[in-house]
């Protein structure tokens, strides 16, 4: 059976995952998956040949199949992280905070990894700041400066950059956001997706009006507060009122803009954060790249996908079947695989280390170490 059923598999491995150095090259796909399965089992506290081949196995027969930047990166000695993706943390609303954010992004990506960022921290455009007397140009024009650090750091890669950028449903700047990219040649570097909160459902339903608001200690006076959860903060702030708008109306203009762009999409964050078993010790508000996998600032995607067309018993047959045992076997392994990423990948930044190495992190958040090391422990059993 040939190595490659396309010539465009061969293309993807050869340009994207295939190792080669002035010492070796990598010959075939077996050859990468060899240099994967040593790198990670390297860091197994004892009987890492025996963890070596197991890992192999699953690779070898395409049982499982590791995230991009694990292939491409694990022992080949690179300043890489094994991470495909991260959730920034806080954008803080001033000009030091704003590119300190920035900076940590540029080396975030310039590491390898995928970043998401909630934007709605930022004050809306128009507004008068309180300490200089400036007037904010808003969330859409730092984005700007996101899209174009994106397209600079990862100009010479064989791995376009990606990144997801997360807006209120309640900010000021909604409808600017839900516009942003049917300008030709606007924000192409970023996903968009709007943060849906029960409340503005309700609205909807009840086609009622919805205020748009941002944190009230941003403006030297207000007039109309609400008190509300906000992006970056641990208890509700009171919120000025800026302007109210039609609930329906600004949902239509989410849905046609979706229907007619294929942007903005929508996190229906309440539910998310309902539903995360970690609500007690964190807030989420974004997610990775391609918003599957939300996070919490400063998380991390540690990914891997099990191929499921590998463990049917006759195929395309009235006996066709999943082999449950060897789908737990190999879940198994993975899991073991997975786990031990993180303590062979390095962390472009501390606080990703930080976040990582809480002993009560969840799956994509697990204990860490690397070039920011952190006692970590296995998660399954030998």
Not at 12 to 34: F, G, H, L
Not at 132 to 153: E, H, R, V, Y
């Amino acid at each position: 059976m040939p190595e490659f059923a396309t010539d465009i598999s061969r293309h993807v491995w050869e340009t994207k995952y295939r190792y080669a150095s002035r010492e070796m090259r990598e010959r075939t796909i077996a050859d990468t998956r060899r240099r994967i399965a040593r790198a990670l089992a390297a860091v197994e506290p004892r009987d890492a040949r025996v963890w070596e081949d197991r890992f192999f196995s699953i690779l070898q027969d395409f049982q499982f199949l590791p995230g991009g930047r694990i292939q491409a990166g694990a022992g080949t000695g690179h300043t890489i992280t094994l991470f495909n993706c991260f959730v920034m943390g806080t954008v803080e609303d001033s000009v030091p905070g704003i590119f300190r954010a920035l900076q940590e992004s540029a080396v975030t990506m310039q590491q390898g990894g995928g970043i998401g960022i909630d934007f709605s921290t930022l004050r809306p455009r128009g507004t008068r700041t309180k300490g200089s007397g400036n007037i904010a140009s808003g969330p859409l024009s730092f984005m700007q400066i996101w899209d174009a650090m994106c397209g600079t750091i990862l100009s010479t890669g064989a791995r376009r950059g990606a990144m997801m950028a997360t807006l209120r449903c309640d900010h000021p700047d909604i409808e600017e956001f839900v516009t942003a990219k049917q300008q030709p040649g606007q924000l192409r570097r970023f996903n968009l997706s709007v943060l849906v909160t029960d409340a503005f459902i309700t609205a909807v339903r009840s086609d009622a009006e919805w205020p748009l608001v941002f944190p009230a200690a941003a403006f030297e006076e207000s007039d109309e507060t609400v008190s509300l959860e906000w992006s970056g903060a641990k208890e509700a702030l009171p919120c000025r009122v800026i302007r109210r708008v039609s609930a329906r109306q600004l949902w239509d203009m989410i849905l046609r803009a979706t229907y007619d762009y294929a942007e903005p999409g929508v996190l229906f964050i309440d539910r998310i954060n309902l539903l995360n078993n970690l609500r007690y010790r964190e807030r989420i508000s974004a997610t990775n790249p391609c918003g599957e996998i939300p996070l919490p600032p400063y998380g991390a995607c540690d990914l891997g996908s099990l191929n499921l067309a590998r463990f049917v018993g006759s195929p395309f047959t009235r006996d066709a079947r999943i082999d449950v045992e060897k789908l737990a076997e190999t879940t198994h392994v993975a899991v073991r695989f997975l786990d031990d990423v993180i303590d062979a990948s390095r962390f472009p930044l501390p606080q990703q280390a930080d976040n990582l190495a809480s002993p009560d992190s969840a799956s994509c958040n697990f204990t860490g170490s690397g070039e920011y090391p952190s006692s970590s422990r296995k998660s399954v059993a030998a």
